[in-house]
DNA sequence: CGAGATCGTTAAAACGATTTTGTGCACCTG
DNA sequence: CAGGTGCACAAAATCGTTTTAACGATCTCG
């Protein structure tokens, strides 16, 4: 019966008309019992909903948002979406949207600014109610040049802090140094800091937590940074460069997910063996770091907390809710496993936690 | 001068009757001019990009999409984005549709098809041009209730072969039995073999391709599938249990990449080592597996292609070429690496591959 | 009891584009 | 020169909703 129904108007799906009509009503009391913005009474209600039912009526999403001047649709645009980071926070985000019913159109930006102020501009074409972007560089005057069309913007992970964007990022600075003071207790003097790029704000501040660690201990110039790119196999050549060198370092710590990944490379080509031969702490944890063995230490970023913070501040905005812009700093913890050990504990290989 | 001339009408942004004003034309002239489907006389196509480009007109995609019955969206409904075999799929899919000009809204279904027919609902509300499915079962019938109204839509990863709509996959069953048939050929007699869930279609055709391997080999009777479930230790609790009895498998193949990592962190757990104690064979590759030490063989997964694929076949039926829908299944490639050694190596640690 | 408030209802006007239809003009053609 | 043909353009219809404004009926209160 309602399958019977449905073939109504030459196979083209019913309109409002359609249900108006069969159920003897205006299309304005139609919409008024499905959105629920005004009362109508309960016997024209029921005929509406049997209406609704019979012909299999699903409301015209596109024709409603044009009428409403609201899409119920954010954009979010990242670097890209195979880096488990931003996987995990787009994943998060949709979550959260989905349970206010909004949507979410994804983009990426492959690390280009270019790319991403295309995006941005398409995003503004389809009336996005709001943007989350963690952008190609921190300067966004790319896509600023829209600035003044922009809808509620929170930028995540980068350009933390540019005036008229609620910017949310992890504690960098915080976290790098936090790691790097683990890695002098320990007793390491000769630390290398490992990062794709350092033209990324995000990761200069994780320089300079790193740096001002060194200082505090009167070790500033020992300061080592080596620029991998954004391929795991620069990043292992990199390190493997680092590594090769008479005045080896007994540490690495990698600033990076894909660093993360071309330092165990380069350790391994090498036939060197984190941590007797050369201690590794990763920024970035995933599961994989307690899959390895020994059990990676790793700075946490709190992506889950980034993601929840995103959507609350841009919801708050989309609802109306004023206020001077947002900058949400969020800490890092330090998961301390198996692989940052005292550079003194080389040679001696220890066996750790038999059950 | 731009940025003077865009705050014309109270703030809103301008449209294209604005822009007609201006350019003192009728609006359909600059929609002309803009979409090029009719021919405009070259001063007047002047005036008009002049007045675009002074308002710095932007056209509404809505209210274009609502009259040309077209949005220039598909839907992507996948089960799990911080799965990377998932994540890298979205990736290369909006990386091919956003070549064509079309945009991508993601939702996901955690693995639950109610939330996935509900997905699906709203994907077909909002006129999504065409839809990209990993099911959360090959049992589409949540979803399917709504069949008559679905745009073209192209199956990934399950679901494959359901009637009435085109299906990819990669070949898991060969893939399984030529991952099997390798252990078999380095002589192990006793393999397990571990997957999230066995409900899918997805995952018995590998379970069908590793007991076809063993039957073909006369060991029928020696198949051991043990079910992990969707989380990381359920998979590895499961895999515990089977290292701990008396007649310990010599390999474990690992149909999943929960099931991998799971299997990874339960033969440390138990303080054995691979390929030493046991031999571990990895579906789905990634870095990791080069990371760990030893290297970890692995069934490569065709993602790039079963996304091409996926956007080919969708972009076909969405420019009106018709046909009978097609099944594509895609050939994994087997990466041979250090993780998988005959049983009779077992206890002689041995070092490979120094440089 | 009558003015005004309240309520459910509907017709009509938006929303901002594209497409169809129609018109006037110039140019051929027989 | 009458009658077509082609062309660029504009006016109006259209897409499918929501919102506004107007309407009559009922209710309230002085």
């Not at 954010?74 to 994943?91: E, K, S, W, Y």
């Not at 992890?170 to 790098?176: G, I, R, V």
């Not at 020992?222 to 390190?239: H, M, P, Q």
Request: net charge neutral; charged share 25%; proline share 5%.
């Amino acid at each position: 019966m309602n399958e019977s129904g449905r073939i109504g108007r030459g196979g083209k799906p019913p309109t409002i008309r359609d249900v108006a009509e069969l159920a003897s009503v205006a299309p304005a009391t139609v919409s008024n019992v499905l959105t629920g913005r005004r009362p109508v009474a309960e016997d024209r209600r029921q005929r509406v909903l049997a209406a609704v039912a019979q012909l299999g009526y699903r409301p015209n999403h596109l024709a409603a948002s044009l009428r409403r001047q609201e899409t119920r649709t954010i954009g979010i645009v990242i670097p890209d979406l195979t880096n488990p980071f931003f996987a995990a926070l787009v994943h998060r985000i949709e979550e959260l949207a989905a349970e206010s019913d909004y949507q979410i159109l994804l983009m990426s930006s492959n690390e280009d600014t270019e790319q991403e102020a295309h995006r941005v501009e398409v995003l503004l074409a389809r009336q996005t109610d709001g943007l989350i972007i963690a952008p190609a560089r921190d300067d966004v005057s790319a896509f600023a040049a829209s600035a003044a069309d922009l809808p509620p913007t929170v930028l995540v992970d980068r350009g933390f802090g540019l005036p008229g964007f609620d910017t949310i990022c992890a504690d960098n600075y915080d976290a790098a140094k936090r790691g790097c003071q683990h890695l002098l207790s320990l007793g390491h003097r000769d630390i290398v800091l490992v990062v794709s790029d350092s033209g990324l704000a995000n990761i200069s501040d994780r320089i300079a937590g790193y740096r001002d660690a060194l200082s505090e201990a009167g070790l500033a110039d020992r300061a080592r940074v080596v620029v991998g790119g954004f391929s795991v196999d620069g990043c292992r050549g990199a390190i493997e460069q680092e590594l090769r060198r008479a005045d080896r370092p007994t540490a690495i710590f990698s600033a990076a997910y894909i660093a993360t990944l071309g330092a165990i490379k380069a350790i391994r080509a090498l036939d060197l063996e984190f941590p007797d031969n050369v201690s590794l702490l990763s920024f970035d944890d995933s599961d994989w770091m307690t899959a390895l063995r020994p059990y990676v230490s790793a700075v946490a970023q709190p992506v889950e907390e980034m993601a929840a913070e995103a959507w609350r501040l841009l919801k708050q905005r989309l609802t109306g809710a004023g206020g001077d812009v947002a900058r949400v700093r969020l800490a890092c913890s330090l998961q301390v496993r198996e692989s940052t050990r005292p550079p003194s504990a080389a040679k001696a290989k220890r066996r750790i936690g038999s059950t």
